[in-house]
């Protein structure tokens, strides 16, 4: 898939309704490399796709829960949890279909493969769907949600009563995994890169 790089009238066009946010964005993505800000990532009632070469967490939780959505439609997903995470070769892709005079747009963020790795504190990953390899150490299958104790504050739309792991610690490879929102207490994303492509090129 070819970057949206050219110039021509349509893409003329398309910058005119787009530079102002795709810079507002970008002056965000710069605060959020520094580690200036508190970040959340949600895109307006659509789910987006993650990759990573590895994540290693400490204080890990997961539970059930229900992400509102920009819709509030309602999504059923598995909320993990860590108090603090390194995530090398982190990709971030949302697609965007019938984007006027241009057509379907693939945002893609990627981050942490120039030898420094991303870190997240108190991150949480509303996932629809993951696949890794993983281990855990000290882990507690089964726990009630509200005595998961390991990660951070469980987040107060799940049942306390309902099922939940934890770990002291973990370690995820190749992961790839769809989610509905990432929040995370910081986010420092070392060797930011942010572009937008014309057609479908997502992370995996």
Not at 110 to 137: M, W
Request: contains cysteine; glycine residues 10%.
């Amino acid at each position: 898939m070819e970057s949206l790089a050219r110039g021509g009238t349509r893409w003329r066009r398309f910058a005119v309704v787009m530079v102002p946010s795709i810079a507002a964005t970008a002056a965000i993505g710069v605060a959020l490399s520094q580690g200036a800000l508190a970040a959340s990532f949600s895109v307006s009632g659509q789910s987006f796709k993650v990759s990573a070469k590895e994540l290693n967490g400490k204080g890990f939780a997961q539970y059930g829960g229900v992400d509102a959505g920009y819709d509030k439609s309602g999504h059923a997903v598995a909320i993990s949890s860590f108090k603090s995470a390194d995530i090398t070769d982190m990709c971030q892709s949302v697609v965007t279909p019938d984007v006027p005079l241009v057509g379907t747009i693939t945002l893609q963020l990627k981050a942490g493969g120039k030898g420094t790795p991303v870190h997240a504190d108190n991150l949480y990953i509303d996932v629809a769907d993951l696949s890794a390899d993983a281990e855990f150490r000290n882990i507690d299958i089964g726990v009630a949600t509200g005595a998961a104790k390991k990660g951070p504050e469980v987040r107060d739309q799940v049942n306390p009563n309902g099922f939940a792991q934890q770990a002291d610690e973990a370690t995820l490879k190749n992961v790839k995994q769809t989610a509905w929102a990432t929040t995370a207490g910081t986010f420092k994303l070392s060797g930011l890169s942010m572009k937008l492509h014309k057609g479908v090129k997502e992370c995996y």
